[in-house]
């Protein structure tokens, strides 16, 4: 998306590559896009408490990680939007493909010993996320980005449904909900994309509460933020499941679903 013609604000003239269809400095001088970056917090605190969780119930250390890479995700968003630096850019994108990296040696290693490691895959990971790094910032190209971020995605959604149907069927409720939320949010982002000139137009004759829930970009961020949320937990349960840890999807306040395992049995 070409930048928009907006009000100048604290961070001076955008200078990433994307500019959002959230009109610029409208909310704050000191937030370009104020719900684009608030709507980060869904990507930043929960994961920090699913780390700490994962410490507790003494997971494997790489589920820790796949939290703090989803923080690190959120946290490289929010400073992206706020500013729309090039430089923030880069610490919102490639992320994204690090921690989904992450993600995919996970949910691929769910059925190993405990406390295993797999260097092959690693390595080959490594070596793509290296790779993305070294030819994104040459070719500075957005849609490149995205089609190494989709590739990583197919990956998950392949060997989530390869679990779900052949292994443990009756995770499928969280493998599904998860898929079914990260879809609608890039339905969300795609809607935001094509038609910014319209919602822009109604935006105008909204009040601003109202008009900040036609912020689709935002709403891909919390949904998105979501499904990830639950694609960690669909690892984590299927790797507690073959442990043997007897998992339980409970729900934090009521709210927000979180996976707790019995303490690791001594032999």
Same mark, same amino acid.
């Given at each position: 998306?070409?930048?928009?013609?907006?009000? !100048? /604000?604290?961070?001076?003239?955008?200078?990433?590559?994307?500019?959002?269809?959230?009109? &610029?400095?409208?909310?704050?001088?000191?937030?370009?896009?104020?719900? &684009?970056?608030?709507?980060?917090?869904?990507?930043?605190?929960?994961?920090?408490? /699913?780390?700490?969780?994962?410490?507790?119930?003494?997971?494997?250390?790489?589920?820790?990680?796949?939290?703090?890479?989803?923080?690190?995700?959120?946290?490289?968003?929010?400073?992206?939007?706020?500013?729309?630096?090039?430089?923030?850019?880069?610490?919102?994108?490639?992320?994204?493909?690090?921690?989904?990296?992450?993600?995919?040696?996970?949910?691929?290693?769910?059925?190993?010993?405990? &406390?295993?490691? &797999?260097?092959?895959?690693?390595?080959? #990971?490594? /070596?793509?996320?290296?790779?993305?790094?070294?030819?994104?910032?040459?070719?500075?190209?957005?849609?490149?980005? !995205?089609?190494?971020? /989709?590739?990583?995605?197919?990956? #998950?959604?392949?060997?989530?449904?390869?679990?779900?149907?052949?292994?443990?069927?009756?995770? @499928?409720?969280?493998?599904?909900?998860? #898929?079914?939320?990260?879809?609608?949010?890039?339905?969300?982002?795609?809607?935001?994309? #094509?038609?910014?000139?319209?919602?822009?137009?109604?935006?105008?004759?909204?009040?601003?509460?109202?008009?900040?829930?036609?912020?689709?970009?935002?709403?891909?961020?919390?949904?998105?933020?979501?499904?990830?949320?639950?694609?960690?937990?669909?690892?984590? !349960?299927?790797?507690?499941?073959?442990?043997?840890?007897?998992?339980?999807?409970?729900?934090?306040?009521?709210?927000?679903?979180?996976?707790?395992?019995?303490? @690791? @049995? @001594?032999?």
């Amino acid at each position: 998306m070409a930048p928009s013609v907006d009000r !100048q /604000g604290y961070w001076g003239r955008p200078t990433s590559t994307l500019d959002w269809c959230e009109e &610029n400095y409208a909310v704050s001088f000191y937030i370009a896009e104020f719900w &684009n970056t608030m709507s980060n917090l869904i990507m930043i605190v929960p994961p920090l408490y /699913g780390a700490l969780q994962t410490l507790k119930d003494g997971l494997e250390t790489r589920y820790v990680f796949a939290f703090l890479g989803l923080a690190a995700v959120g946290i490289g968003s929010w400073c992206f939007h706020m500013t729309l630096q090039y430089e923030m850019q880069l610490l919102d994108e490639l992320p994204m493909i690090y921690s989904c990296c992450v993600f995919v040696y996970c949910l691929y290693e769910c059925f190993k010993q405990e &406390n295993s490691i &797999n260097y092959i895959p690693i390595v080959v #990971l490594a /070596g793509f996320s290296i790779a993305v790094t070294v030819v994104y910032l040459q070719w500075k190209e957005p849609v490149f980005h !995205q089609v190494m971020y /989709g590739i990583l995605v197919g990956c #998950l959604v392949l060997r989530s449904v390869y679990i779900v149907t052949w292994v443990y069927p009756w995770h @499928r409720s969280l493998c599904y909900a998860s #898929l079914a939320i990260f879809f609608l949010g890039f339905v969300f982002w795609n809607v935001d994309n #094509l038609l910014c000139d319209t919602l822009r137009a109604s935006r105008q004759n909204l009040p601003p509460l109202i008009g900040a829930v036609t912020q689709f970009h935002a709403w891909w961020h919390i949904l998105t933020g979501l499904g990830s949320h639950l694609h960690i937990l669909l690892s984590l !349960q299927t790797r507690a499941t073959y442990l043997r840890r007897r998992p339980q999807v409970k729900f934090l306040c009521s709210v927000w679903p979180m996976v707790h395992t019995e303490p @690791r @049995r @001594r032999s």
